[in-house]
């Protein structure tokens, strides 16, 4: 069963393996397999599920909605998020402006099924609107009880650090960051992961496999998998891309004597790879099927031996 880790220096413990909807529910996958996943994570002692309204124009947060209908609610941890418009574009319709977080977390809880969220997190930070205006709407959606805590989302560390501070001042805390994090992207190590540490924040990281890449299913020369997100012409396609060269494609390919020693799939390293940080409380996965939640899963408990985290980073080099 996968373990649990603290959030931050909350008492909320979340498992240390999230399930997140991002391209695949109400896009890619069709409802029963939606569904589905969610039932495998829930059996392999998932309880945290991770989605945004703006995820498939808010269709992610229905279907986690339904999918979620009937299970304890005490049992599980709900996280969402606002930043970017669902609606048809209004003035108000993007960003953290009171306005926006007020509006956006009604229609969350809706379509969510719950009347609170234990995680409510700014998808992105808004250079226009004002830090202290942004920070009272989550102090007062805390107050109402609609959110229990607040985090962030590919803030940066300064970023972090004023909110987090403001957030003192009216009486609650930013508890997480949650920033794309995998072997083969690691921006967040020099400076959000040192100054969360010291602010009793934890991150949680998105795209621990590298939306795929690193499962070693795509191999260079070959044809692209059928079904995959490679393919997937409702988003996926264009969002991995980055990733989807030879050079990187052929170092992951490397990664198979080092996953092999330890017994592991390359997903279940990719997994593992980032939970070896002790400031990460969860490795965001997603999942198109259920077997790939349950292999995935698999991940939770398992220790890399220093000597083959050395390893890793000479075989994927500058990748
Ligand atoms: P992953 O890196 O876990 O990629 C998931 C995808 O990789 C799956 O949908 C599947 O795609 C493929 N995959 C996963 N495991 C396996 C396996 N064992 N074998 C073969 N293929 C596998 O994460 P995501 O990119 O999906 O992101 C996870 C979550 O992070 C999101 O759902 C969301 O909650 C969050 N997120 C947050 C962002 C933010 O800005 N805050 C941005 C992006 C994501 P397929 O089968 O289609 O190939």
Redesign the pocket.
Known sequence: MVNHRYLGNSGLKISEITY?????HGS?VENDAAKACVRAALDVGITSF??ADVYANTAAETVLGEALAGVRRESTEIFT?VYWPTGPGGPNDCGLSRKHIMESIDGSLRRLRTDYVDLYQA?RYDTETPLAETMQAFADIVRQGKALYIGV??WTADQIRAGHALSKELGFQLISS?P?Y?MLWRVIEPEVVPTSRELGMSQIV???????VL?G?YVPGQPLPA???AT?EKG?ANMIKRFMNDDVLARVQGLRPIAAELDL?L?QLAVAWVLQNDNVAAA??????PE?VV??AKASGVTIPAELLARIDEVLGDA
């Not at 965001?284 to 099927?289: H, K, Q």
Request: proline fraction near 2%.
């Open positions: 997140g909807n991002w391209l695949t890619q991770d989605t998020k998808h989302s590919e949650q794309q995998s998105w795209s621990p496999v590298a939306q795929g499962t299913k079904g995959s997100r997937d996926g799939s997903a965001l996965i997603g999942a198109s099927r790939q292999e995935n």
